[in-house]
């Protein structure tokens, strides 16, 4: 089975993101920290010097409703960056054994080639064979049929 390069190169990105990936949800999960410990009540605000009476400033209120909005939006970006994670995750176990260590190795552990030949005991044109089938692999199963190369022959008549 052939998979079109443009699927092989969106899936090397996939992969390459993914570390990107663990970062950002490790930043929304230390601002929903950063916000929950910094929620507490102001008080009255004196800051206007004349209020109305049909404009009272609320700012404990205005400010722990921000605060939900905040913590919401921050608990959404971690659950999508959860599901992106365990599904790219999921579907590295889904490689043969070899493929999947390289992977993980080369992309997910940034390990250059020497190191991944030197712990799995292979050398790095195999390696990279494994690697380049372990992508196509995972570009079949995020993209489905859409991925496979055509191959037409044409027949002599």
């Not at 800051?47 to 939900?68: D, G, H, P, Y």
């Not at 999947?100 to 712990?119: P, V, Y």
Request: glycine fraction near 4%; include cysteine; aromatic fraction near 8%.
């Amino acid at each position: 089975m052939k998979i079109k390069k443009e699927y092989s190169d969106a899936m090397k990105c996939t992969l390459k993101a993914y570390p990107m990936l663990l970062a950002h949800k490790k930043a929304l999960q230390d601002e929903l920290k950063e916000i929950k410990i910094n929620s507490g009540i102001f008080g009255i605000s004196y800051e206007q010097t004349r209020v109305q009476t049909s404009n009272i400033n609320k700012t404990t209120e205005n400010t722990a409703l921000s605060n939900i909005d905040k913590e919401h939006e921050l608990q959404i970006g971690i659950l999508k960056c959860d599901e992106k994670i365990r599904v790219i995750g999921d579907a590295i176990e889904q490689l043969e054994p070899m493929q999947s260590k390289i992977i993980h190795m080369r992309f997910i552990k940034k390990f250059n080639w020497t190191k991944i030949s030197i712990e799995l005991y292979i050398t790095e044109r195999c390696g990279r064979h494994h690697q380049n089938f372990g992508i196509d692999n995972l570009a079949y199963l995020f993209y489905g049929d859409k991925a496979v190369e055509c191959s037409s022959s044409k027949r002599a008549s």
